[in-house]
């Protein structure tokens, strides 16, 4: 079983970047696409980007231009770069991949 494991997040001032990790032994190898999703305190979980196995991404609307995300399948991992953060980005983002979630990273934006 693929189990992502996530790490990076931190506590950043707005206009701030941060660089998270999602490092899931199999998901190359099983083909599976990775995605990132957040979750805010008080508010449902919410999907932030996606790249499929062939290199396509997609974005939350919100996040366009700011986030970018990337792999590595040499190390089974996929990389979401942050830039620009705002403190609503603030949350706590998760990874799923192969029907699998991580543990998640905290992410606070905050002066």
């Known amino acids: 079983q693929v189990q992502p494991v996530e790490s990076g997040g931190g506590l950043v001032q707005p206009g701030g970047s941060l660089r998270l990790s999602c490092t899931a032994p199999?998901?190359?190898?099983?083909?599976?696409?990775v995605a990132w999703y957040r979750q805010a305190a008080g508010k449902e979980r919410e999907w932030v980007s996606w790249?499929?196995?062939?290199?396509?991404?997609n974005y939350e609307d919100s996040v366009k231009g700011r986030f970018t995300i990337t792999k590595d399948e040499a190390s089974d991992t996929v990389y979401l770069q942050m830039n620009s953060l705002k403190p609503e980005d603030t949350a706590m983002y998760s990874c799923?991949?192969?029907?699998?979630w991580g543990q998640g990273t905290q992410v606070t934006v905050s002066s």
């Open positions: 199999g998901f190359t190898s099983n083909k599976c696409a």
């Open positions: 790249i499929s196995p062939f290199g396509d991404t």
């Open positions: 799923k991949t192969c029907n699998s």
